[in-house]
């Protein structure tokens, strides 16, 4: 890489706050519903996620890492086996606890199905399971271990990909990827793998940075087949990364595209990226990413590499859409414990265009020449929705080790959790987090294993970047607030990192985390998720209450881990004729007979177990001003009472609201044979005639109520359930 | 007399038509040609009321609830809305009318209204009793809108075999004198209702009206 004179003179050093401050959010946090309140939970479904690639032979081995996001209860999930010929196997259900993690391997489940671990095969992946919504987050890791080469794939939900109707989807889908040479010898593949249970023809298209073809490649994938395609023509052009399109008629997601780039000759390896492209009618909108825990100079002496291994960043950016896009980088890294930044001045990526960013002149034009640490890369973009691809890391000077690290979408989300860690057999995972706010945000990093927890309270100033270890916090051994420390047999888990004030709470923070393993030379990045609600509702829907009356609304939300809060805030009244709604609590107050509606707002984000797949959306916020209906009616009181006056309605309740004069009539099921008995007393002191029937020993006692509601016009009852019904003795019922 | 009236309620009624025979078939004559079918501006959202009438039987017997209601306004619209409920069915079916009164009806009930027997019945409040009868009615009359407007009105029912409501004297006396004192709009009322009206389409209010 060469540096450029004139970067220098682009580069604008912002170590004082120049531009518009970015606040950390300041919004109620939701309050939890009460345990008794929570059930029921949603109805089970059955549903699954599909991805990766997953390859074997006699160097590949296999992963599928499980984490059940679920705090409320344990899920069983069933993994199935895809082959590249479409032949399916189904391996044994797993088990997972609330919040638990399991590893699946895929070499060994293989030898239990009589084929050989080392055989050469590939495919995709689906995991089924039975819940309201998707309760785990699944990353596939492929690792030969002795070239060192590792790939990471992600996967999603299914809903997309289910395309087996007989319906022929007519329209083009296009992912677009991207791809770069670290060195000359890279070469690279594209793994297409068809869900669907049609064959799919599709195409790949290979450019280079301008958007000129190099290679194309026709294939039909065969259902729920695999084919993996050699991209031989990288290693024969001039140049250092292009974009790679791949076309077919279908749903998105009907193809799952993946794909990696690798030099077995030094131990190079990479995953290609591709997402969806936007589509011509996608708005123009601006979005900030960042690439986290870039690693520059001299490795880090705690994370034991070779003596004399040190990292260059590298950073690539597509641009997906057919409109320009601008790109504005910032640097940012921390020098004595502050955050510093040096902006740089706006790129412009014309349509289809693929870059690779000088990323050491610019680190060296910041001041940083002799800089060893880590740095962040964060982009302000502006242009189509979604246009921006990006692939980022640090590679060493062998090109052996290689830490890819996830451009992450910045936005408030709630809490973000990490699929999978571990300080098993050598490995370690890096967690980098950054407060993009420019003001202090303090966030808990909870760490969950097999048999308990450990609660990490970090404070973040300004623009604030933190890079550990886990093996540091196991090592430390220091006990958190609740007096947990991790026990040293403990080696692997998950993680989630929220506000002070619990999950829900809404945070500004961008987090990327890898496991590495020295030893082997490996580096896969890690499924970082955001949590979310999955599901919302008015609570009641619809209810009806008198003048003067009350009743509470709520509307709830299910947060991904299974739990609820009440999220809406800012209730009012569509009538206040008829119902008023307290603003902060929803409790809705009956004014005068009619219909009305309570309304809410929201603003809350969505679970999205699907971000460790490769794309760069920020965590998605859902927001509106649900409705529960309100019918407010008139009270009614108990003025008489018919018991055996008519053969046909042997016992009845007349009602009456004296100041409209509204009169209405109850008729209750009652058996024949009954007696009318005094029980009780009406609304005016008089003896209340009651119903009874006297069978097989057991008395039954019929009581109509002594009030009641009814609508505005007089033309019915609202409410449920007009008479009591009362047996003795005990046993009776 | 409709024929919604049942046996049980003959008695009383037929006392009512000897005595106001000729002044009911003067009015409805003069009703008949005087009602215009109006189905804009309903009475209750502009003008100050003249009177408002309800009235309600419960037949326990023939499980029948009807509540019936007229609304008169100062510019002779009125709506009239009848509710009838029949066991088993939970809800009453209801009918919504408006029409309009020419000046020489409007003066009538105006006249009816202002007459001193009506002008000095006491206000109505309803009884503190349950009626656990085969029958029972109750009539409810607001003259005048705001605060000069004044509620009267009545209950009649039949004994039956659980014994009488326990009603004070004073009180049965309050509501035969009203009833007495009410019947000729009672009767107007009546024949209000015997009309052929067009339906309307509007909201029903229980024949509330908004305060001027």
């Known amino acids: ?733 | 007399m409709t024929k919604r009236r049942n046996d049980s309620t003959a008695g009383f009624a037929r006392a009512a038509l000897r005595s106001f025979a000729l002044a009911l078939l003067l009015t409805l004559a003069t009703t008949f040609h005087a009602a215009v079918d109006v189905q804009s501006d309903p009475p209750h959202k502009k003008s100050a009321f003249v009177v408002s009438i309800s009235e309600a039987r419960v037949d326990n017997k023939h499980g029948v609830t009807s509540t019936d209601c007229l609304l008169v306004s100062a510019d002779g619209r009125f709506r009239l809305e009848r509710r009838q409920q029949a066991l088993p069915s939970p809800n009453a079916t209801l009918s919504i009318f408006e029409s309009l009164l020419d000046s020489a009806q409007l003066e009538r009930i105006q006249a009816i209204v202002d007459h001193g027997e009506i002008s000095t019945l006491p206000e109505y409040s309803a009884p503190p009793v349950s009626m656990d009868v085969p029958w029972f009615s109750s009539v409810a009359v607001r003259i005048g809108s705001g605060d000069s407007g004044r509620k009267v009105g009545y209950w009649t029912w039949q004994e039956g075999t659980t014994g009488p409501p326990v009603v004070a004297a004073e009180v049965k006396k309050r509501w035969r004198d009203s009833e007495a004192a009410l019947r000729s709009l009672l009767e107007w009322f009546h024949g209000i209702e015997g009309m052929k009206l067009l339906p309307s389409e509007a909201s029903p209010t229980q024949c509330a009206a908004d305060e001027p």
């Open chain 1, 1 to 733: 890489m060469s540096r450029n004179p004139d970067c220098l003179a682009r580069l604008h050093l912002t170590l004082s706050a120049q531009q518009p401050k970015v606040l950390a959010p300041h919004v109620p946090i939701p309050q939890r519903i009460a345990k008794s309140q929570e059930l029921p939970l949603a109805p089970a479904k059955a549903g699954s996620i599909v991805g990766g690639l997953w390859m074997t032979d006699p160097n590949l081995k296999s992963l599928i890492y499980l984490k059940n996001v679920l705090e409320v209860s344990p899920i069983t999930v069933t993994p199935l086996l895809y082959l590249s010929n479409g032949k399916q196997f189904r391996l044994p259900d797993v088990t997972l606890e609330p919040l638990g993690t399991t590893v699946v391997d895929i070499n060994a489940e293989l030898q239990k199905l009589g084929i050989a671990s080392y055989a050469t095969l590939s495919g995709y992946v689906e995991i089924q399971y039975n819940w309201a919504w998707a309760p785990l987050c699944a990353t596939i890791r492929v690792v030969d271990v002795e070239h060192s080469v590792i790939f990471t794939y992600g996967m999603r939900p299914a809903k997309m990909a289910n395309q087996n109707s007989d319906a022929e989807p007519s329209a083009k889908t296009v992912a677009k990827g991207l791809w770069w040479k670290q060195e000359s010898a890279v070469s690279g593949f594209v793994a297409l793998s068809n869900t669907t249970s049609k064959a799919l023809p599709a195409v790949i298209a290979v450019t280079d940075n301008r958007g000129t073809a190099l290679g194309t490649h026709g294939i039909s994938v065969s259902p729920h087949g695999t084919k993996i395609v050699q991209l031989s023509e990288l290693q024969s052009s001039p140049a250092n990364e292009g974009g790679i399109d791949v076309s077919y008629v279908g749903l998105a997601g009907a193809l799952e595209v993946n794909g990696g780039m690798e030099d077995l000759s030094v131990g190079y390896s990479a995953n290609l990226r591709f997402a969806q492209a936007p589509s011509a009618s996608s708005k123009i909108s601006e979005l900030n990413i960042a690439e986290l825990g870039l690693m520059v100079g001299a490795a880090d002496p705690m994370m034991l590499f070779p003596a004399g291994t040190t990292f260059t960043p590298y950073s690539v950016l597509r641009n997906m859409s057919d409109t320009q896009l601008s790109v504005t980088p910032t640097f940012w890294w921390m020098e004595a414990g502050i955050a510093r930044s040096a902006q740089l001045k706006a790129l412009t990526l014309s349509p289809n265009q693929s870059r690779s960013l000088d990323v050491m002149s610019l680190v060296s034009a910041a001041g940083l020449e002799n800089f060893n640490g880590t740095v962040n890369l964060a982009f302000d973009v502006k242009g189509k929705e979604g246009a921006l691809l990006l692939a980022a890391g640090s590679v060493d000077q062998s090109n052996n080790y290689v830490f890819e690290v996830m451009p992450r979408g910045i936005g408030e989300s709630a809490s973000k959790s990490l699929g999978h860690w571990s300080t098993a057999n050598g490995e370690d995972t890096m967690v980098t987090v950054w407060n993009p706010a420019d003001e202090a945000q303090d966030f808990v990093f909870r760490l969950m294993f097999s048999g308990g927890h450990y609660l990490l309270p970090m404070h973040f100033g300004p623009r604030a970047t933190r890079t550990f270890n886990i093996s540091e916090i196991v090592q430390n051994q220091l006990p958190d607030a609740e007096g947990n420390i991790i026990p040293t047999t403990v080696h692997e888990g998950s993680a989630t990192l929220g506000g002070t004030h619990g999950d829900v709470e809404h945070i500004l923070v961008a987090m990327d985390s890898g496991t590495y393993n020295v030893r082997k030379a490996t580096c896969g990045s890690s499924c970082v998720y955001c949590d979310g609600y999955t599901t919302f509702a008015m609570t009641p829907g619809s209810a009806s209450f008198a003048v003067q009356g009350t009743q509470q609304y709520q509307f709830i939300g299910t947060y991904s881990s299974g739990t609820k809060y009440s999220v809406g805030t800012n209730w009012s009244s569509s009538k206040t004729a008829v119902t008023t709604v307290a603003s902060s609590t929803g409790v809705a107050t009956g004014v005068s007979p009619g219909s009305a509606n309570a309304v809410a707002y929201f603003s809350q984000p969505l679970y999205q177990g699907t971000i460790c797949s490769n794309s760069t959306p920020s965590c998605a916020v859902a927001s509106g001003n649900p409705q529960g209906g309100a019918t407010v009616g008139q009270s009614m009181t108990l003025v008489g009472i018919n018991c055996l006056a008519n053969p046909s309605y042997p016992y009845s309740g007349n009602y009456n609201n004296r100041v409209t004069s509204c009169f209405l009539n109850s008729a209750i099921p009652v058996p024949s044979g009954g007696v009318c008995v005094n029980s009780g007393v009406t609304p005016q002191g008089t003896p209340k005639q009651c119903y009874q029937t006297n069978i097989n020993g057991c008395s039954t006692t019929y009581c109509v109520v002594n009030n009641r509601l009814a609508d505005s016009a007089c033309t019915k009852f609202l409410d449920q359930n007009g008479y009591t019904v009362s047996k003795l003795p005990a046993g009776c019922n």
